[in-house]
């Protein structure tokens, strides 16, 4: 028998309980032991749930007792579960967490704290919920060099934009249809703002850099700027808009970005809707590969978490996870990348076509029905500093959209 602590019993610490309660036997088998949730810690009680019994309110509970081989940490944020976490392997016990704040902030120096004491840190739940990317990445594709990884790491802003484009709503009206369908938070600025999916490209950056990236070093723009006039544009272009979480080699530079983006149909993520997630892969001998499932939720998290259990307790005494150093990489400069850019402008396109072009270059026009004193237009490549050079010196844009591929 191995004994597992679970640290918070909020949604997905509940979930974790559930899931090995639902599937104990096939997850026994595929551990090839027996898995028992020995404590829960908890600041509350739950008096009229059967998890009562292992509730204890103390961590060191957890970590004095010898016979506590894994914990689960899935209380969030930074403080305490960095302390907790900490003080667990050192303890000599190994972790599994979903906590993606702790692993973009920590990750390097727990995983090598982990790997001193021959035990693990795992984390598959922190960034693509119930999609197994961390676990390819680590082990599947660990003969390629990674190219690109782009995804849609946040199902919130994905249920939102997708309905603004396929129903035509705006952005106030979905932020309330997803926080009252309990997608979104009462709070929602993790989400739209783009902080969530940062952090957790930044997770995927350093793993394929095998170097610290912080999440503050991220280019990051939300979605709270996208509106149906947006989607309009969009659609006349055959595209759609997804905010896009992206990590890309340039030479030996590694670039990083969560921004809104327009997708054309042949993107491999255009057809990603509602709360769903998916992320886009690209290695030098694997070529392109995709992986897509519930990027969140109680029981997709919990079934990640658990995995990671089970991968624990097969290698007790074999640390088992890919590490990247503490040392910090230095991302290419957002100035420096190149790409097209869609942009909103005031006024009539007839009466500002020579100022555009004498400012932008060769750029395609476009009119949207319905939409008067404004028009829209695509630029030719263009690195963003130079875009920003020449947006300076234009009146009257009203939004500007990078344009992925």
């Known amino acids: 028998m191995v004994n597992i602590a679970v640290m918070g019993y909020g949604t997905v610490g509940s979930g974790v309980v559930e899931v090995i309660n639902t599937n104990s036997d096939i997850i026994n ?10 404590y829960v810690l908890d600041i509350r009680d739950f008096p009229d749930d059967p998890i009562q019994e292992k509730i204890v309110h103390d961590v060191n509970v957890i970590i004095n007792d010898p016979e506590i081989r894994i914990v689960v940490e899935v209380m969030g944020g930074i403080e305490p579960a960095y302390t907790f976490v900490k003080q667990c392997l050192e303890a000599g016990k190994s ?87 309990g997608y979104a938070e009462r709070n929602p600025e993790a989400d739209v703002e783009g902080y969530d999916a940062c952090r957790k490209i930044a997770i995927l950056s350093s793993l394929i850099s095998g170097q610290q990236v912080d999440f503050e070093d991220i280019y990051t723009e939300g979605i709270t700027k996208i509106t149906k006039e947006d989607m309009l544009y969009a659609k006349e272009l055959g595209m759609t808009i997804k905010l896009l979480a992206s990590s890309k080699r340039h030479g030996n530079h590694l670039h990083a970005i969560v921004a809104p983006a327009l997708l054309g149909k042949e993107h491999p993520l255009y057809n990603i809707n509602d709360v769903f997630n998916a992320v886009f892969v690209h290695g030098n001998v694997l070529g392109d590969a995709m992986f897509y499932g519930s990027g969140a939720g109680k029981l997709p998290t919990a079934s990640a978490v658990v995995a990671d259990v089970v991968d624990e307790v097969k290698h007790l005494h074999r640390n088992i996870m890919t590490m990247w150093k503490n040392e910090k990489l230095t991302l290419l400069p957002i100035e ?17 076509r020579d100022e555009v072009e004498a400012l932008f270059g060769n750029v395609r026009f476009l009119n949207v029905e319905g939409l008067s004193d404004e028009f829209g237009f695509v630029t030719e490549v263009m690195t963003e500093g130079e875009y920003g050079k020449k947006a300076e010196k234009a009146e009257g844009i009203l939004h500007m959209i990078r344009i992925e591929g």
């Open 95 to 181: 972790v599994v967490t979903s906590n993606k704040a702790l692993v973009a902030k920590h990750g390097a120096e727990l995983l090598s704290i982990a790997k001193e004491r021959e035990l693990n840190f795992l984390f598959e739940a922190s960034v693509g919920g119930g999609i197994p990317i961390i676990r390819a990445l680590n082990s599947s594709l660990t003969a390629d060099k990674i190219e690109e990884i782009t995804g849609i790491l946040n199902g919130t802003t994905n249920y939102m934009l997708s309905k603004m484009f396929y129903e035509g709503a705006d952005y106030a009206e979905v932020l309330k249809e997803a926080q009252d369908n």
């Open 29 to 38: 088998q595929r551990a090839g032991d027996e898995i028992n949730v020995k």
């Open 336 to 352: 420096d990348t190149c790409k097209r850019f869609f942009v909103r402008m005031n006024g009539d396109a007839d009466k500002r």
